[in-house]
């Protein structure tokens, strides 16, 4: 006997308000598909585009969507009234059929889950195109290899969701929440992400072509290797964002992306670009002047540094911070004093604690504060976890450290090397500080 489809907008007998299965429907045997909301909108939909998606992605094409066809294309797909109705029961008794049925792919093509309470539920492979998923509750799901092309997920809670090869080209996520969401070699092209929280979101090998991410928070998501030609990133957040082995120079409003903090950058990333990453993104994600400006392959070799001062010292760490970075190293700087939200606050103590070497600005101003303290505490800490990677290089600008209190600085006073910048307003004395400072940042 042939699966049993959902008819026209009528639900089946107990069937929820939040899963009506109004999309994918057959009357009187023959096919009718309503136009979804996001036909025509993606570049990416039907499936004449399957061969230039494969080719596009390589490798990375994600299984369920390889053998996919789109949705505004399959007129006959409809969700399986059995599928639906196992739904319907819960999340442990559909997770439990699951178990009992795995060589069974769910079908709950263009189903209406707006709302939806699917918090853990086992939706590996399930046929999702289409689905209108808006603000369904989809934390902790297991969703590797579903095919949720097209599916409106706009304000959906996917908060730690493993999306591992997911198709979502074309797909609805607007204000979604990704937080630490799985998105590894998921097919994203064309997907609408505008305002998503991807924060310390995995998407390695994502393929994110023709995406929108603008106004996306991208704080500490890691993109090594996705794919980002034609993305929109205009107004994006980012900080502790990883760029590795990323091709940046055919993405969209980089010079608009605010930076929160440092990101990683490597040359593997700046190589593939061949240098057409513009000058304000590469400053703002704290690439130093001499990786900008130099010839690929000719630059000099320092660790990463973040420097961390008064704003009462500004003048000072401007000065020096333009002087490192013109002799090629690779700074990030945060005055301590702005009124700033927790929430940036905390990405730039994780910034300190990542970076190779935090260069903290000692003065009368600043020794008194109970930040500077942590800082140094924690990278004391950090040196005697990793010897030789994580370093602490204090800054003195004056005598304040003598009287300092806190075991911190007795540590700085019992031998720990010190950058004496005291005479700094003097031209040769700064000099030869930069210098010693500048062989203590060699890698």
């Known amino acids: 006997m042939p699966p049993r489809r959902a008819s026209s907008r009528i639900a089946p007998a107990g069937t929820s308000r939040w899963l009506r299965p109004t999309l994918c429907r057959e009357q009187e045997g023959r096919p009718v598909a309503p136009v979804p909301p996001t036909a025509g909108r993606c570049s990416f939909a ?29 007129e006959a797909a409809m969700a399986d009234v059995e599928h639906l109705e196992r739904a319907l029961q819960g999340v442990e008794v559909w997770n439990r059929w699951r178990d009992r049925r795995p060589a069974v792919r769910p079908d709950l093509c263009r189903a209406d889950l707006a709302g939806a309470r699917l918090f853990g539920a086992n939706l590996a492979g399930t046929d999702l195109r289409g689905a209108i998923l808006r603000m369904a509750n989809l934390r902790q799901a297991m969703l590797l290899r579903a095919d949720l092309s097209e599916a409106n997920l706009d304000k959906a809670d996917l908060v730690e969701a493993d999306l591992r090869e997911a198709g979502l080209s074309c797909a609805l996520l607007r204000e979604a929440s990704l937080h630490r969401a799985n998105l590894e070699e998921a097919d994203l092209r064309g997907a609408d992400l505008a305002w998503a929280d991807l924060t310390d979101a995995n998407l390695r090998r994502a393929n994110l072509s023709g995406a929108r991410l603008e106004e996306a928070d991208l704080r500490g998501a890691d993109l090594r290797g996705a794919v980002l030609a034609g993305a929109g990133l205009a107004g994006a957040r980012m900080g502790l964002t990883i760029l590795d082995a990323v091709d940046l120079s055919a993405a969209q409003g980089l010079e608009h992306v605010r930076h929160l903090g440092p990101s990683t950058i490597g040359v593997d990333a700046l190589y593939p670009s ?90 009368a101003h600043s020794t008194p504060s109970r930040w500077l303290g942590r800082e140094v505490a924690a990278a004391l800490e950090a040196e005697q976890r990793r010897p030789g990677k994580a370093r602490l290089l204090p800054l003195v600008l004056d005598d304040s450290l003598s009287g300092a209190e806190g075991r911190w600085a007795a540590a700085l006073r019992n031998g720990h090397p010190v950058a004496d910048f005291r005479a700094w307003q003097e031209p040769l004395a700064y000099a030869a500080a930069l210098e010693e400072l500048l062989r203590a940042l060699q890698a």
């Open 46 to 74: 039907g499936t004449d585009a399957a061969p230039a998606r494969e080719q596009a992605l390589g490798p990375f094409w994600p299984i369920a969507s390889a053998s996919a066809k789109s949705v505004s294309r399959q």
């Open 274 to 363: 061949g240098g057409r990453i513009p000058a304000a993104f590469l400053h703002g994600a704290g690439v130093a002047e001499a990786f900008i400006a130099a010839p690929l392959g000719r630059w000099p070799a320092y660790r990463s540094c973040f420097l961390s001062y008064s704003t009462r010292d500004a003048g000072f760490a401007e000065r020096l911070h333009a002087d490192l970075e013109r002799r090629g190293a690779c700074v990030w700087r945060a005055p301590h004093g702005l009124q700033v939200g927790d929430r940036i606050r905390d990405a730039l103590d994780e910034a300190v604690s990542t970076h190779d070497t935090l260069c903290v600005i000692l003065s």
